[in-house]
Nanobody, 120 residues
Framework: QVQLVESGGGLVQAGGSLRLSCAAS????????LGWYRQAPGKQRELVAA???????NYADSVKGRFTISRDNAGNLVYLQMNSLKPEDTAVYYC??????????????WGQGTQVTVSS
């Protein structure tokens, strides 16, 4: 089992910055990818950014050049630095962990979410 706890959301004006943090605990050795998704009201949850244990990153086109994902060396902290925020970035942001259990079963875990609101 992996537990994820996000922090760092809040209200910011357009053009501002926020940094989200996510702390993973439990079976962190089994995690292959840590990432961030978001869900705006009335919309589907979408990938924002993800990073594998090897350091490979993947970003949504809408955030490329503005958001940066990073992980600590221990592999249990993941960050999302969000710059040049836009009102359309307003959403609940969820930390996500993908991995494989000791029995070889794929899993996906989610944090509780943190609200990001960008005012115009």
């Amino acid at each position: 089992q992996v537990q994820l706890v996000e922090s760092g959301g809040g209200l910011v004006q357009a053009g501002g910055s926020l940094r989200l943090s996510c702390a993973a605990s439990g079976s962190i050795f089994s995690i292959s990818t840590l990432g961030w998704y978001r869900q705006a009201p009335g919309k589907q949850r979408e990938l924002v950014a993800a990073m594998t244990t090897s350091g490979k990153t993947n970003y949504a086109d809408s955030v490329k050049g503005r958001f940066t994902i990073s992980r600590d060396n221990a592999g249990n902290l993941v960050y999302l630095q969000m710059n040049s925020l836009k009102p359309e970035d307003t959403a609940v942001y969820y930390c996500n962990a993908d991995g494989v259990t000791a029995r070889g079963t794929d899993y996906r875990h989610w944090g509780q979410g943190t609200q990001v609101t960008v005012s115009s």
